[in-house]
Nanobody
Framework: VQLQASGGGLVQAGGSLRLSCAAPRIITSVFNSNTISWHRQAPGKERELIATITPSGGTNYLDSVEGRFTISRDSAKKKAYLQMNSLKPEDTAVYYC??????????WGQGTQVTVSS
């Protein structure tokens, strides 16, 4: 599955960004079967899972982002989103989207840089 991630950028602490992950070339039923997640990797650190949304809409978050970040999905647009509010400098990282399903296996987006200045 080809994934197109976008929406990163430079923002001041306390600001917001919304990341998008598009899967334009899969059919809607396959999109709906995917568990979608967002991960991030800061310089010198391992990639970490920060948010997941299941096909039924259930969500889970890393403790450090819960209450500030919201993951969502739009079947009509075949897109997933990560709304990030109250950003902190420690949120600076490259953010990756991930799709997983039996139909299409595991796919990663190309990564989008988020930089939060203090």
């Amino acid at each position: 599955v080809q994934l197109q991630a976008s929406g990163g950028g430079l923002v001041q602490a306390g600001g917001s960004l919304r990341l998008s992950c598009a899967a334009p070339r899969i059919i809607t039923s396959v999109f709906n079967s995917n568990t979608i997640s967002w991960h991030r990797q800061a310089p010198g650190k391992e990639r970490e899972l920060i948010a997941t949304i299941t096909p039924s809409g259930g969500t889970n978050y890393l403790d450090s982002v819960e209450g500030r970040f919201t993951i969502s999905r739009d079947s009509a647009k075949k897109k997933a989103y990560l709304q990030m509010n109250s950003l902190k400098p420690e949120d600076t990282a490259v953010y990756y989207c991930n799709f997983q399903s039996r139909a299409n296996g595991v796919s990663w987006g190309q990564g989008t840089q988020v930089t939060v200045s203090s």
